[in-house]
């Protein structure tokens, strides 16, 4: 069975630093990988999609992600972080090629906090 | 261009008792699926509606059942509520053939 790991849980950094959040999935075959951001009590809104090509990839509000297929990986990247960025950070992947296969399979989520 | 609309926001159930949520999936998109999320938790699959069909169900129990409508619409219910159904249920909408799953911003149920 899929799986994806988060492996920090709770990641604090200053405004304006760079920031790096770690996602190894566990899965046979090419996976399709996503990164979800979720503010408090609200819904998931996508920040970036890999599906095949480029292995690094740009989202939204200046997000990347790197697909890393020797490692099992794709974290994701922001150069420098804003106060707003401040959210739970969901790692997810899919499998479009298993017709019975095409739930997503989140992590457990890794919580940033921003310092001023 | 309307995303995925979920209703109610909240909710409050006692327990024993069912519910019923509602989501409207984005225009242009003919799947739906249902996650559940417990606080401080990823959102677990609940199970993916397809041509009002059910095509793929997760690791829940039959209590947990669904329907989807002509117009794509769907609705999750849920039977003899358990204190432990708290969650934020959250609906996501797609096309079958693609990828991007747009989701809704949830329901909040709590079972009392």
């Known amino acids: 069975a899929q799986s994806v790991t988060q492996p920090d849980i709770h990641i604090t950094v200053s405004e304006g630093a760079s920031l790096e959040l770690r996602c190894n999935y566990s899965y046979g075959a090419t996976p399709y990988l996503f990164w979800y951001v979720q503010s408090p009590g609200q819904g998931l809104q996508l920040l970036l999609k890999y599906f095949s090509g480029d292995t690094l990839v740009q989202g939204i509000k200046g997000f990347e992600a790197e697909f890393k297929r020797s490692q099992s990986s794709f974290n994701l990247r922001k150069p420098s972080v804003h106060w707003s960025d401040a959210a739970e950070y969901f790692c997810a992947v899919v499998n479009f090629m298993d017709t019975g296969r095409r739930a997503l399979t989140f992590g457990s989520g890794t919580r940033l906090q921003v310092q001023p | ?112």
């Open chain 2, 1 to 112: 261009d309307a995303g995925v609309t979920q209703s109610p926001t909240h909710l409050i159930k006692t327990r024993g008792q069912q519910v019923t949520l509602r989501c409207s999936p984005k225009s242009g998109h003919d799947t739906v699926s249902w996650y559940q999320q417990a606080l401080g938790q990823g959102p677990q699959f609940i199970f993916q509606y397809y041509e009002e069909e059910e095509r793929q169900r997760g690791n829940f129990p039959d209590r947990f059942s669904g329907h989807q409508f002509p117009n794509y619409s769907s609705e999750l219910n849920v039977n003899a509520l358990l204190l432990g159904d708290s969650a934020l249920y959250l609906c996501a909408s797609s096309l079958m053939e693609s990828g991007g799953y747009t989701f809704g911003s949830g329901t909040r149920l709590t079972v009392v």
